[in-house]
């Protein structure tokens, strides 16, 4: 069992930079591959960034050039770096990780982005 925990979530400007951390405290955190996705009520949850064990990135169209993943093994977490903030980006962020066929979900963190 992995326990996933999100934070950084917040209101933010239009433009703005925000850090997601998603944090699994005394876990093989580091075989995981860890993904980020949002949710906005009413629609599908999403696909955002995805970092393999290997550190291999992949990211959705609509946020490729503006957000970054990365993870840090020894401390058991990833970060999801937001720039250039627009208010389409606004929306619940979970954490996922998963090997094999097991997958593991944070509770979500709410970023608005909105003036």
């Known amino acids: 069992q992995v326990q996933l925990v999100e934070s950084g979530g917040g209101l933010v400007q239009p433009g703005g930079s925000r850090r997601l951390s998603c944090a699994a405290p005394g876990s093989l955190f580091r075989i995981y591959t860890i993904a980020w996705y949002r949710q906005t009520p009413g629609k599908e949850r999403e696909l955002v960034a995805t970092?393999?064990?290997?550190?291999?990135?992949d990211y959705a169209d609509s946020v490729k050039g503006r957000f970054t993943i990365s993870r840090d093994n020894a401390q058991n977490t990833v970060y999801l770096q937001m720039n250039s903030l627009k208010p389409e980006d606004t929306a619940v962020y979970y954490c996922n990780a998963r090997i094999s066929v097991m997958s593991y979900w944070g509770q979500g963190t709410q970023v608005t982005v909105s003036s």
């Open positions: 970092i393999t064990s290997g550190r291999n990135t």
